[in-house]
């Protein structure tokens, strides 16, 4: 678990410029909406704060001021009774956001002043080390012969009683300087001059404030998670900051101070039992430097696809099917592969019903995660065409992918459009011709979203990963 961030932080990733760019269909904003409103309350009921208060904020600030402002919502009754459907949720909505908000800002209080007092607690150990290194310098040069065993005894003395009894120490050993000092001034005056380097500097040694106790947090075993610091610029300017006590300067004498041994930075606690303990992390990410969170397919997927596909494709049409599944801890997984009503040609593939997929996946709380099609004599690509239908679904959701399989050629792939440049380019067309030309851009319009671990890309196979066929043709 990573590093609270502040409400602020979280409201304004809230705000996604592209999902409001112009073009964008009400239907496609509609299922938008129903997207982030499924996925907020994945993230809520998982523990996940952060997440669910994105989400759940964007939908909000979609529902409430976005769909209303859409060219298409009074262009008919329905369109506007769907858009009424969604602000019918916004009184329990708010409660919840208001709910998660608060969690959110003592999460993030708290862990501010954990920082603080680890900050204070490591500068304490600092002066107390630099002390006792100067004290030991002073033991060796100074100390008559008679006095070393009464230190040795207070030292042992010292180390038993923990730091409680080294702050007496260090008291001790100054009354013992100042009696040493009082001395030369006094009987050894004339023994040691007053040239003597080391008298002349003068060293005051410094007063050791008590603070308060380390705190519990670090010694929680339950919290093991170590997080770098939030770039706080208020919290960084206390912890940067110089010693309270002022250090004497390195004296020829001393040795040299050692640094500090690398301590591990705070620990943050592990969500609260009931909370999921375990996140998927994001690895790969947009152009535009985004998250994308790992999308998880059946590696069995698409050979069943292809044989469900096959009469069509041995009559040169394509099919098309849709990828539906679950967020779970912050990952994707495909749990279904639907196959609509379809009207196809050799080079189009398009669904008929659009109703009866958005009845099946609202009835078992499924996102849409994604589309599959063929293309029986074709070589692996995206059709401009294409390019247009997957925009849509990478509107409802960034993780969105087109697998085009390509049986003829024995090809098969994993895409999505760039972001930027291609979502910006696509929802920017209005162009409809079936292979209509899109300006080169630096980047290309479209990328593969397999490359594999490190690759860059986010989708996996992965095999033995339940999931149902379901044909509504
Ligand atoms: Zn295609
Ligand atoms: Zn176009």
Redesign the pocket.
Known sequence: MSAPRSVKELADLAVEPVRFLPGTSLRVSLRTAESMWKQGNVYLLEGNDEQAYILLLRYAEFIIKTLPAHPEAKASAGNWKEIKAHHARVDTLLQIISGIKKRLEERYLQYQRMLLEDAEERRRQETERRVKLIQDNEVDNDTDEEEKPWLARSLRRGSAEGSHGKLDLVEEIRGLQLDRRRDDRSTRHSTRPSSDPKRRSGVSYPTVERTEKRSSFENNSNWTNHVPLPESPWLQKQVSSPPLIPLPPPKPTSRLIPPLPQTPPPSFPAPKKGQEAYEFSSSARTEGGDPLRTLFIPKELRDRFLEVAKPNTTRNLETCGILCGKLKQNALFVTHLVIPAQESTSDTCQTIDEGAIFEFQDARELLTLGWIHTHPTQTCFMS?VD??THCSYQLMLDEAVAIVCAPSRGEWGYFRLTKPPGME??TK?????LF?L?DDVPGGIYTDAGKGDGGGGHVREIGGLRFEVVDLR
């Open positions: 401009s390019l247009h380019v696509i067309c209005r162009n409809t011709g209509h899109h």
